[in-house]
């Protein structure tokens, strides 16, 4: 035809290509898993599907209201009537989006008054804001040691630590979770010289256990270490002002720690991530973070949500007190029925049961929820040491008559599971 004999036409017949190997062979053996626990009868832990949102502790799940235990909503800001006027407001006068990056165009008034809300908060000199807390820890860590410096890590740190080390080239050092003396030797190894930074959580957010944080810092410091404490989980209420661990146990920023890392999308309500410093250097960032810069800005509304939430936050003594007091509740009834706990006293907001095996979790689980309850299934490898987590995480929220019908439907299912007699 006339088309085949053009000097540009296509082939009619394709060349022979050599035999693609699939990309996704490598999945196998994880879709064969999932296939198989599927299989048993049970529903897909990690497709749930919010179909109503009441308030902080409750939604619609496949037509039944449901007590939410597994959301990360600690304060219960997301249905704060002065966070929502707020988000509506910049909706209205900013529009949906930005269009761009904080570098360029995406820099707008709310951009500014969350990064100050911040430095009010902290009481910090620089609060740098980015898309997510996952961006905030990429970001910071890839761009802050380099080339011969060293990352000092926790082994179980979140994985938005470990893919900030990833990105970067520093050298990275592991040292066993919560484990000072660990940490002392490892430290001691190193080139004396060299640039050196410790990367911390003050809750760590499997089994919600918190770190020993002044011991921590005193070795880092013996060791000539910049220090990181990544505080996603603490924000809002440990401590006076609701900074996070470091605050609690009397550390400060500057003096013992010189970045907090934190994200919106826990304790603030909505989402996004940040850094604070008191660092005389720290805006040099927002010129070198390739997480901050190649990527567009939060929308208005949610930059507004964030900054009028974090506000609040400061004062928020009632609800920090509750939140303690729902953890003290559950905490306490979950270990008389015989529950193997996370953690032996409450010492954060999150409260992890252990269980033996994928199977006896995904049918307790499946049990809470048809009875009317939502918790996290965690899976290794999120978890530590391989283990099977259904993941409590309460909210301010939460009234104790909630609490006790949590703490009933635990004990029903259980039971009927055969995991407590
Ligand atoms: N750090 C820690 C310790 C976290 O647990 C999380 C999220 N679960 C993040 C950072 C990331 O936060 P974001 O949801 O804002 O990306």
Redesign the pocket.
């Known amino acids: 035809t006339e088309a085949a004999t053009a000097p540009h036409a296509l082939p009619v017949e394709p060349a022979t290509a050599p035999p693609a190997r699939d990309l996704f062979s490598k999945f196998d053996p994880l879709i064969a898993e999932r296939e198989a626990l599927l299989a048993t009868g049970v529903r897909d832990p990690f497709a749930i599907v919010m179909e109503r949102v009441k308030s902080p502790t409750e939604a619609v799940i496949r037509g039944k209201d449901t007590i939410l235990l597994g959301t990360?909503n600690y304060m219960g800001m997301t249905f704060d009537p002065d966070v929502i006027a707020a988000g509506k407001a910049a909706l209205d006068q900013f529009g949906s989006g930005t269009n761009g990056s904080r570098m360029l165009n995406g820099t707008f008034r709310d951009h500014v008054d969350a990064e100050e809300a911040l430095k009010e908060f902290y009481g910090a000199d620089h609060a740098m804001v980015f898309s997510?807390?996952?961006?905030?820890?990429l970001g910071i860590l890839s761009t802050i040691a380099t080339k011969g410096e060293y990352i000092i890590l926790d082994a179980d740190?979140?994985a938005?630590?470990y893919d900030g080390c990833a990105l970067g080239n520093a050298e990275i050092v592991r040292f066993r979770h919560n484990s000072v003396e660990d940490l002392d030797k490892r430290l001691g190894r190193l080139p004396a010289e060299a640039g050196k930074l410790v990367v911390l959580?003050g809750?760590?957010?499997m089994l919600g256990d918190i770190a020993p944080l002044r011991q921590m810092v005193e070795v880092a410091r013996k060791h000539g270490a910049m220090v990181l404490v990544?505080e996603?989980?603490s924000m809002g209420f440990f401590g006076e002002h609701g900074r996070g661990v470091y605050e609690e146990v009397g550390l400060e920023l500057g003096t013992d720690v010189d970045f907090v890392?934190g994200?919106?999308?826990?304790s603030v309500g909505t989402?996004?991530?940040f850094c604070v410093s008191n660092h005389p250097k720290f805006e040099v960032m927002r010129l070198s973070c390739r997480p901050y810069i190649f990527t567009a800005s939060l929308p208005p509304s949610v930059v507004a949500t964030a900054a009028t939430s974090i506000r609040k936050l400061m004062t928020a003594d009632k609800k920090r007190a509750q939140l303690w007091d729902n953890a003290r509740t559950l905490h306490r009834g979950l270990t008389d029925m015989g529950f193997k706990l996370g953690t032996a006293q409450p010492d954060s907001a999150i409260i992890a049961i252990i269980l033996d095996d994928q199977q006896q979790a995904v049918v307790m689980w499946q049990a809470l929820l048809e009875g009317g309850l939502y918790v996290n299934m965690a899976r290794p490898p999120a978890t530590p040491a391989g283990t099977f987590l259904l993941r409590c995480s309460l909210c301010a929220e939460h009234t104790p008559e909630q609490i006790e019908r949590v703490l009933a439907m635990f004990g029903a299912a259980g039971r009927a599971v055969g995991v407590i007699s």
């Not at 997510?132 to 820890?137: D, L």
């Not at 994200?263 to 826990?266: C, D, E, R």
């Open positions: 990360y997510t807390g996952y961006q905030a820890n740190s979140h938005s630590i959580e809750v760590y957010s990544d996603a989980h890392i994200t919106f999308s826990k989402v996004g991530g």
